[in-house]
């Protein structure tokens, strides 16, 4: 079905009233209500949904790069390009990008990348898995990109992180050790690196947490824009960055995974909402 924006998506609902839309484009996860309620995601209002640009919120799929790590542009192609749906239920669907290695010519590998989103009533479960169908050797870094809606920035905090080392992309990448709960009072763009597999954003303002729970990614990048850039994305609300926040688990700073002729790579994340 297609939506306001003429473009493809798929609509996951529960029984209990849980709804995630998902759209082709990009294998791009746009929101996540639970039964209960709560929008879990953040789209921006500013979005544009024209392609090839990506989708500003939700789950941008960045493959086969995170950022600029590597050699193509920010966070690859994957993120900008069609899927197609090899198979859904009323709440999940999996979803496959075929690539035939001619889509960059700074990237000259075939890959299949299978991007499944499982909902529950409070709960989402997303997969990514990469399979090398060519033969040689690929690297890739990636991250699924989640941008999460919280009530008031200044009212969050991240825990699951303290004491983990992490690269401040605001100064170079300079190497540094969380030192108890992320919090927000200015722009934050770190790679957490060898991170433990849950993460909690705990939002007294809502009086809620979501348990991102994660497994095949090593790091985890936590970024919210805060005012200056706010100001410098033409898809994005000056004042979009007080209600949401980047956590995203990652392939980046721990160094590419290389992946053989004929293997494959699976991440997840599991999304889980509880009250405090
Ligand atoms: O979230 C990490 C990050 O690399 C930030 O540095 C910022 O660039 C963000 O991704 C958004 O990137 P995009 O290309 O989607 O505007």
Redesign the pocket.
């Known amino acids: 079905k297609d939506d306001a924006h003429g473009l493809d998506k798929v609509v996951l609902k529960t029984p209990q009233g849980a709804s995630s839309e998902v759209f082709l484009h990009g294998a791009h996860v746009t929101s996540f209500k639970t039964a209960s309620g709560k929008d879990v995601m953040f789209l921006s209002k500013e979005s544009v949904f024209k392609p090839p640009k990506?989708i500003r919120g939700g789950v941008?799929v960045c493959f086969p790069q995170f950022?600029q790590l590597g050699p193509l542009g920010?966070?690859g192609f994957a993120r900008n390009t069609a899927f197609e749906v090899v198979e859904s239920s009323d709440s999940s669907v999996t979803l496959l990008l075929k690539a035939s290695g001619r889509e960059d010519e700074r990237y000259p590998h075939p890959f299949e990348l299978r991007v499944s989103v499982k909902l529950e009533d409070e709960a989402l479960t997303q997969e990514m898995t990469a399979t090398n169908t060519g033969d040689k050797p690929m690297d890739f870094t990636c991250a699924l990109?989640t941008y999460f809606s919280v009530s008031s920035i200044e009212k969050v905090h991240v825990e699951g992180l303290d004491g983990v080392g992490y690269t401040d992309?605001l100064q170079g990448g300079k190497p540094l050790t969380q030192d108890g709960p992320v919090v927000f009072r200015q722009e934050v763009?770190r790679i957490y690196l060898a991170t433990p597999d849950t993460i909690k954003i705990v939002d007294e303002g809502a009086g809620s947490c979501v348990e991102i729970t994660k497994t095949g990614f090593p790091d985890a990048?936590v970024?919210n824009p805060w005012i200056d850039k706010s100001k410098a994305?033409g898809d994005f609300g000056d004042d979009e960055y007080q209600v949401m926040l980047?956590i995203?688990p990652a392939v980046a700073g721990s160094g590419a995974v290389t992946l053989a002729p004929g293997k494959r790579w699976t991440g997840t994340q599991s999304l889980a909402l509880s009250n405090l």
Do not use: F, I
Request: aromatic content about 8%; hydrophobic content about 30%; charged content about 15%.
């Open positions: 990506a941008p950022g920010q966070h990109h992309s763009d990048v970024w994305m980047c995203e």
